[in-house]
């Protein structure tokens, strides 16, 4: 099982950009990592998704290193409506008993 | 737009009551998911089905059952309610993926309490 780790909490200002990282020592060959955010009252909404180096979208960038171990979610330029809890799934089409996600990372943005 | 509607927001139950929780979905999804989501535990996949009539167990279905006779309609089943199974319960649904997985997507979530 390839389980997730990543930091409880962060804290940034505006502006700011942001980086959470989430290790996933066991991933496997067919897995691939994506990221969820998550408001209070909401369930969790799609972010991100990537299998290896770097993708991009209108609101995240996602940095996979060579050895897949970790994965880095990039916010650039926070604002007050980032603050939200942000998790890493390490996801698979093959055997959804593998489906691990992080704890979770509550990210706190300030004026 | 894809939207998974749970049946309860807020749901108040007493131990040892059989409860119900319903979850569907609008856009013909394939695969359909029950997590339990509890503070410092992240999300946690309770059971899951790949397609009608078919179910499989997740990481924690001790006490779970599930039923799934239409595809729009995943229910998780509490036999006999515990105090530990007082949590916040998530359904999703998403296509059967390609070489990636697709996107889940999530209801808004059912906060149970067991008294």
């Known amino acids: 099982l390839a389980k997730t780790t990543q930091p409880i909490s962060m804290d940034s200002y505006e502006g700011q950009e942001v980086n959470i990282t989430c290790s996933h020592n066991?991933?496997?060959?067919?897995?691939?990592i994506t990221w969820y955010q998550q408001f209070p009252s909401q369930g969790p909404r799609f972010i991100i998704q990537g299998y290896k180096t770097k993708v991009t979208n209108e609101v995240a960038s996602l940095f996979i290193p060579a050895d897949r171990k970790s994965s880095t979610l990039s916010l650039p330029r926070v604002s007050l409506s980032d603050t939200a809890v942000y998790y890493c799934?390490?996801?698979?089409?093959?055997?959804?008993?593998?489906?691990?996600f992080g704890t979770g990372t509550r990210l706190l943005v300030s004026p | 737009d894809v939207k998974v509607t749970q049946s309860s927001r807020y749901l108040v139950k007493r131990t040892g009551e059989k409860v119900f929780l319903e979850c569907v979905q609008d856009m013909d999804h394939e695969n359909m998911f029950w997590y339990r989501q509890d503070p410092g535990l992240g999300l946690r996949l309770i059971y899951f089905s790949y397609d009608v009539k078919m179910k499989e167990k997740g990481d924690i279905p001790e006490g779970y059952s599930v039923s799934r006779e239409k595809k729009e309609r995943f229910s998780l089943i509490l036999e006999s309610a515990s105090t530990n199974q007082t949590s916040m319960y998530l359904c999703?649904?998403?296509?059967?993926?390609?070489?990636?997985?697709?996107?889940?997507?999530f209801g808004p979530g059912t906060r149970l309490t067991v008294l």
């Open positions: 066991n991933i496997a060959t067919n897995d691939y």
């Open positions: 999703a649904s998403r296509e059967a993926g390609g070489a990636a997985p697709d996107t889940q997507y």
């Open positions: 799934l390490v996801d698979t089409n093959t055997g959804f008993q593998k489906l691990v």
